[in-house]
């Protein structure tokens, strides 16, 4: 697994669906992984840019799985569906399809966080609405977590 750091950012859509990543996010990336990427639906209600890295682990797993079982023929191919290869150009921008735009219902705002080579894509308003939690919030979510009752803690399942 590679070293990659995490991050959140804000940004504006550009005309057309095009995207800027940010100096800051690229700098916390490898040199060799800033300009290529897989845009692929996200496991959650948002986009995910994939490095080539981890995009390759990725596909390395979907490739472990035995594809004469319908339900992982139905993820794989739920996964691939709208799998696109982008690359960005010299301002560090690409451009997100449009129908990965209105399937996640991204307009003017993302939220973009990093983590270890997977950027996820959300649209501002919804990720704020799903993640926004209290300071007490956040603790009993903590405390739950690290004592292993997160399991019947409500909205807490498996995302990966």
Not at 8 to 33: F, Q
Not at 79 to 95: G, H, I, K, P, Y
């Amino acid at each position: 697994m590679s070293n990659f750091d995490y991050g959140y950012w804000e940004v504006a859509i550009e005309k057309h669906g095009r995207i800027k990543l940010p100096t800051a996010l690229l700098k916390s990336l490898p040199e060799n992984s800033r300009k290529k990427f897989w845009l692929t639906h996200g496991f959650g209600n948002h986009i995910m840019l994939w490095t080539e890295e981890s995009y390759l682990e990725q596909m390395d797993f979907l490739n472990s799985l035995n594809r004469n079982i319908i339900a992982v023929k139905k993820y794989r191919n739920a996964f691939l569906r709208n799998t696109t290869s982008v690359e960005c150009d010299a301002q560090d921008r690409f451009v997100i399809p449009k129908s990965l735009l209105e399937q996640y219902e991204i307009e003017r705002e993302v939220v973009l966080l990093l983590d270890n080579g997977k950027i996820e894509i959300w649209n501002s308003e919804k990720y704020h609405s799903e993640y926004a939690m209290t300071p007490e919030e956040l603790n009993e979510l903590n405390e739950a977590i690290h004592t292993g009752g997160y399991k019947n803690v409500e909205g807490c399942h498996d995302v990966s």
